[in-house]
């Protein structure tokens, strides 16, 4: 198993140009494959980089067989996407600055010795954004 170079996909259920334009515009993710129509794209930090994040239409899922869509109307938050940030403040002004609607101020949690935000995409998918400089 190669968990070190795992990817994040998000299945996107309900508007996939949506969550392209947010990814590439209000993100600044640079799409290696695929483009707004769907139903996979892959994005790189920037240009020349290997991919690090996909969405993928989640209407093409039940492509393998098995595969049930939950019942999402109750289903609570269970994933987190974790994103290191070497300039945390720098990073949320710059995101707040695309659109991008935070759950509130970076801050510190004692209790975790570090510094997050939050934030969702069109989705509802639940990112971290943190603070990885050891400060």
Same mark, same amino acid.
């Given at each position: 198993? &190669? *968990?070190?170079?795992?990817?994040?996909?998000?299945?996107?259920? &309900?508007?996939? #140009?949506e969550?392209?334009? *947010?990814?590439?515009? &209000?993100?600044?993710?640079? !799409?290696?494959?695929?483009?707004?129509? #769907? !139903?996979?794209? @892959? *994005?790189?930090? @920037?240009?020349?980089?290997?991919?690090? $994040?996909?969405i993928?239409?989640?209407?093409?899922?039940?492509? $393998?067989? #098995?595969?049930?869509?939950?019942?999402?109307?109750?289903?609570?938050?269970?994933?987190?996407?974790?994103i !290191? @940030?070497?300039?945390? %403040?720098? %990073?949320?002004?710059? /995101?707040?600055?695309?659109?991008?609607?935070?759950?509130?101020?970076?801050?510190?949690?004692?209790?975790?010795?570090?510094?997050?935000?939050?934030?969702?995409?069109?989705? #509802?998918? /639940?990112?971290?954004?943190? %603070? %990885?400089?050891?400060?």
């Open positions: 198993m &190669k *968990f070190d170079q795992t990817t994040i996909r998000i299945l996107v259920r &309900k508007n996939y #140009g969550c392209f334009d *947010f990814y590439t515009e &209000k993100m600044g993710l640079v !799409p290696v494959w695929g483009d707004r129509n #769907g !139903p996979y794209t @892959s *994005f790189a930090v @920037s240009d020349g980089m290997p991919p690090c $994040f996909a993928f239409s989640g209407e093409n899922m039940p492509m $393998f067989r #098995g595969y049930e869509q939950p019942d999402s109307c109750s289903q609570p938050d269970t994933v987190v996407a974790v !290191p @940030s070497p300039d945390l %403040d720098g %990073d949320y002004l710059r /995101l707040k600055e695309t659109g991008v609607t935070f759950l509130g101020e970076p801050q510190y949690i004692e209790e975790w010795g570090m510094r997050c935000t939050y934030f969702r995409d069109p989705e #509802g998918n /639940l990112f971290e954004l943190n %603070d %990885d400089s050891g400060v």
